[in-house]
């Protein structure tokens, strides 16, 4: 267990459907941050949050929001859901936004969109 | 977004072999790189980060060094063993943002 908690650890779910999925960072962590793994794809940046603060913006698409709570649990929004959304989501959180110290990963939230 | 580039994508090596392999990174507004090794079915776990130019870091068999003006890190396996077996992400961070490239998957046969 890393500490990073992410439900739910599977979803199914319909084209136009929305979804929320969960990520509690570890113990003293304040910094969040989600990605997204595609199938045959890379890890790929979404969003970065410290301390309720959006800090960083990747490539995410206007369906998708994010936000993190003053408990310091973040939730990532997928709204009007397509096929293409699909994918393994992770979130993983660091003691801070510097960059410099590492991430610890969630085990992940596998999304089927049908 | 800056693009983080890994090579090989693959690597297929005998156990006890040493290997390497590259990430290249975009060398403007760099502030750190981090290293992960990611098994099949786990997710993604911490070995190194670096951030200062010419960084070398270790642990057990495996190191890596950084150039920062150059824009690359190396990560090194002595003697690998089929557990090394896994995929090796790379990701450089600038401006809050970490970006990880595509890996190298190695295969350590027995």
Redesign the interface.
């Known amino acids: 267990d890393?500490g990073v908690t992410q439900t739910p650890k599977h979803l199914i779910t319909a084209t136009g459907q929305r979804v929320t999925l969960r990520c509690s960072p570890r113990s003293g962590d304040l910094s969040v941050?989600w990605?997204q793994q595609s199938l045959d794809?890379?890890?790929q940046?979404l969003i970065?949050y410290?301390n309720g603060e959006e800090?960083?913006k990747?490539?995410i698409l206007e369906r998708f929001s994010a936000q993190q709570f003053p408990d310091l649990h973040s939730e990532l929004n997928l709204s009007s859901l397509e096929l293409g959304d699909s994918a393994l989501y992770?979130c993983a959180s660091s003691v801070d936004?510097?960059?410099?110290?590492?991430?610890?990963?969630?085990?992940?939230s596998r999304l089927t969109v049908l | 977004i800056l693009n983080v580039e890994q090579s090989p994508q693959s690597l297929h090596v005998q156990e006890g072999d040493s290997t390497n392999f590259t990430c290249s990174f975009p060398s403007s507004n760099f502030y750190a790189l981090h290293w992960y090794r990611w098994e099949t079915a786990k997710s993604p776990e911490a070995l190194f980060v670096m951030t200062l130019n010419g960084d070398e870091k270790k642990k057990g068999r495996i190191s890596a060094t950084l150039n920062t003006k150059e824009g690359y890190s190396y990560l090194y396996i002595k003697g690998s063993q089929p557990e090394d077996s896994a995929t090796y992400l790379c990701a450089s961070d600038s401006s809050y943002k970490l970006i990880f490239g595509s890996g190298t998957r190695l295969l350590v046969r027995p």
């Open positions: 890393s941050y990605y794809q890379g890890l940046f970065q410290y800090r960083a990747g490539n992770f936004s510097s960059g410099a110290n590492v991430l610890t990963f969630g085990a992940g």
